[in-house]
């Protein structure tokens, strides 16, 4: 089973979502449910695609606000090094990463805020993880992109004991679990030399904060913008309150709330897909829950395959027909970039021999085969092609208009403005990069 970021016997986390490229389970009982997943997700599970990251400067002077969802894989930990992890499962864990929104500090709690009056500097955001050890608080956020994915390390330092206990040391430092409580029965395996702060963050190293210490990770870029992300920011702020006074009790549940419903729901509450509910009856939720690897296929497929050029589909759409009709613009569009890095190696705290599979239908699934689509088409992981694609569709789109009657007719009115509007900010952002910014190995 996946980990969920719990690191547990028999418990998992898994990604996917309305909007959406849906997958659903067809197990007539519970206790199928496991077995269905490793029928459907037991192909290619290991890291074998192409590794490279995004330039973050030619990114960002393009795209300064986006959210960026990962699925990550099991975790593996050796012995000796603090804590005692239990294997995760395939199924692994998932993270949100959001450039220009920061920690209230001065909140001594999981709180975030708009970073400032201005667009954000790359890499100036936070990673949110929810993990089954919180008693009271959906979420945590960690500071700063690259402390989210590498922790302390810098690029090709080997994980050492010394740089593992550095790293843990500056999350520390950070606060990231300032007010944060662990249900009780977390500290069950606490050794008896360790302090038990020291043991919360132990436990959360590798999952809530530098995820590439441990763990495979494949991400998927959405660009927004300011207004988007607050409206993010309230909602977040909004899902932790009832843990953060004390009158709910956070339970993570794999089916019913796990990490990737919250980061499906924040995407759509960015208006890029429809919303997933949490808390489904489980005779439901069992049949339909979000998992990572599985998420991020969806979000790289929505961003990128969208059928932007049939606007009776965008209609029929309830999230992309609201979209554009409230805000005159399209759910997603140029600069839904994927990229895929491997846990550091070389490695003395972690195993990096780590699976994260697809679940998938046997026989009907497809999430394979769009998973090495994703990484052998420039498209998707290189952002001139990327823009380039998009300038060719909109200038086709706009070549060649529809029309309709009624409410119909005013939603095609709204469609060609939101294109014409898309491409013209295109064609200056494509004038200003003459060069091919992309991936960098």
Not at 35 to 47: H, I, P, Q, V
Request: charge should be negative; glycine fraction near 8%.
């Amino acid at each position: 089973m996946g980990d969920a970021g719990s690191d547990r016997p028999m418990e998992h986390d898994a990604g996917l979502g309305p909007g959406r490229y849906i997958l659903t389970f067809r197990a007539p009982v519970a206790w199928l449910v496991g077995a269905s997943m490793l029928l459907g997700g037991c192909t290619s599970t290991l890291f074998a695609q192409p590794e490279g990251t995004l330039n973050e400067a030619s990114y960002d002077s393009l795209y300064p606000w986006y959210a960026e969802f990962c699925a990550v894989s099991e975790i593996s930990k050796k012995p000796g090094f603090g804590a005692e992890i239990v294997p995760g499962g395939p199924g692994g864990h998932s993270i949100l990463y959001l450039n220009g929104v920061c920690r209230d500090k001065d909140a001594h709690y999981p709180v975030v805020t708009l970073c400032g009056p201005g667009d954000p500097k790359p890499g100036e955001g936070v990673g949110l993880s929810v993990n089954d050890h919180y008693a009271n608080a959906n979420w945590i956020a960690t500071e700063g992109r690259d402390f989210v994915m590498h922790g302390d390390l810098a690029p090709g330092e080997p994980v050492t004991k010394a740089t593992y206990l550095r790293t843990q040391a500056k999350a520390r430092a950070m606060g990231i679990l300032d007010g944060v409580v662990f249900h009780k029965e977390v500290f069950d395996t606490q050794p008896a030399a360790m302090s038990k702060i020291d043991f919360m963050y132990d436990m959360s190293i590798a999952t809530d904060y530098a995820v590439n210490l441990g763990r495979d990770r494949y991400c998927a870029r959405v660009p927004l913008n300011r207004d988007k992300m607050a409206r993010v920011v309230t909602y977040l702020n909004a899902i932790n309150e009832p843990y953060r006074t004390g009158r709910e009790l956070f339970n993570w549940n794999v089916l019913q709330n796990n990490c990737t419903h919250l980061a499906h729901n924040v995407l759509a509450v960015a208006g890029v897909w429809d919303e997933w509910k949490t808390d489904m009856p489980f005779i439901f939720a069992m049949f339909d829950f979000p998992v990572p690897k599985n998420e991020f296929v969806n979000l790289m497929r929505r961003t990128n395959d969208l059928p932007v050029a049939d606007p009776d589909a965008l209609y029929d759409d309830p999230a992309a027909r609201a979209t554009i009709l409230a805000n005159g613009a399209l759910p997603v569009g140029p600069g839904g970039l994927a990229e895929a890095e491997r846990a550091f190696q070389p490695n003395d705290v972690y195993n990096t021999n780590l699976r994260l599979i697809f679940y998938d239908e046997p026989t009907f699934g497809h999430y394979q085969q769009h998973f090495e689509q994703i990484f052998s088409d420039p498209r998707y992981t290189n952002l001139r092609a990327n823009m380039n694609h998009f300038e060719r569709l909109y200038a086709t789109i706009l070549a060649h208009p529809k029309t309709a009657d009624g409410a119909r007719g005013a939603f095609y009115a709204r469609y060609y403005q939101a294109i014409a509007a898309e491409k013209r900010q295109l064609d200056v952002a494509l004038s200003l990069s003459p060069t091919t910014p992309g991936q960098r190995s």
